[in-house]
């Protein structure tokens, strides 16, 4: 079984630019989560998905948002680029809410 | 809200020998404790996990325990390889598996 898989896998932008980025789940699984990965502040929840409803969502600004599609593929957006939003963004589905998540390999965003 | 600490940050072994990470969680609520490794470039990936439930549980050379009293729970890698040098996190949710509060990371270095 294919794993959860991520795209684009690099991108650069630059300030004030807006971006998205895609993530499938494994096949089955209708819960994607995302989350944020930088040196400084490790590994953050960004938020959670489930049959295309948001169902979780942690302590991030509203230039931070997603969606999820009804095959539960998702995308999640950043708008108005900040500098501080260089990082790995990180997607993991599980096949409930309660179920244990796997990751994808992640997109690396930088800004400029 | 959850917090979850993990020590040491880095930790260096022989091959063959024994490496133990130690993690603390604050909420005593939380209910699921997975283990996850990241290698250079690639998402986490989930090692092991344990649930409230059960104190002790392995898997051929790693196992985890939990201390629901102490709010602890550790990771034991027995017969250490190379190739199991990689950043170990753990985390802590009180949904089984949702709103993921993570631990800084250890860097684990397998020294041949």
């Known amino acids: 079984k294919a794993g959860v898989t991520q795209t684009p896998r690099y991108l650069i932008k630059t300030r004030g630019q807006q971006v998205t980025l895609s993530c499938s789940p494994i096949?089955?699984?209708?819960?994607v989560s995302w989350y944020q990965q930088t040196p400084g502040q490790g590994l953050q929840f960004l938020f959670e998905?489930?049959?295309?409803?948001?169902?979780n969502k942690g302590n991030f600004p509203g230039r931070f948002s997603g969606r999820q599609f009804s095959n539960s593929r998702s995308e999640m957006n950043v708008s108005t680029l900040e500098l501080g939003d260089s990082a790995l963004y990180l997607c993991?589905?599980?096949?409930?809410?309660?179920?244990?998540?796997?990751f994808g390999p992640g997109t690396r965003l930088t800004v400029l | 809200g959850e917090n979850v600490e993990q020590h040491p940050s880095t930790l260096s072994v022989q091959e063959g020998d024994s490496a133990v990470i130690k993690c603390t969680y604050s909420?005593?609520?939380?209910?699921?404790f997975p283990w996850y490794k990241q290698e250079l470039g690639k998402g986490p990936q989930l090692i092991i996990d344990?649930?409230?439930?059960?104190g002790e549980k392995k898997d051929q050379r790693i196992a985890v325990t939990l201390n629901k009293t102490a709010k602890h729970f550790s990771l034991h890698i027995t017969e250490t390889q190379p190739e199991d040098s990689a950043v170990y996190f753990c985390?802590?949710?009180?949904?089984?598996?949702?709103?993921?509060?993570f631990g800084p990371g250890t860097r684990l270095s397998v020294l041949p």
């Open positions: 993991a589905s599980s096949l409930a809410s309660s179920d244990t998540q796997y």
């Open positions: 096949s089955g699984h209708r819960s």
């Open positions: 998905y489930f049959s295309e409803t948001q169902r």
């Open positions: 909420d005593s609520a939380s209910n699921y």
């Open positions: 344990i649930r409230s439930n059960v």
């Open positions: 985390a802590a949710s009180k949904d089984y598996g949702q709103n993921f509060v």
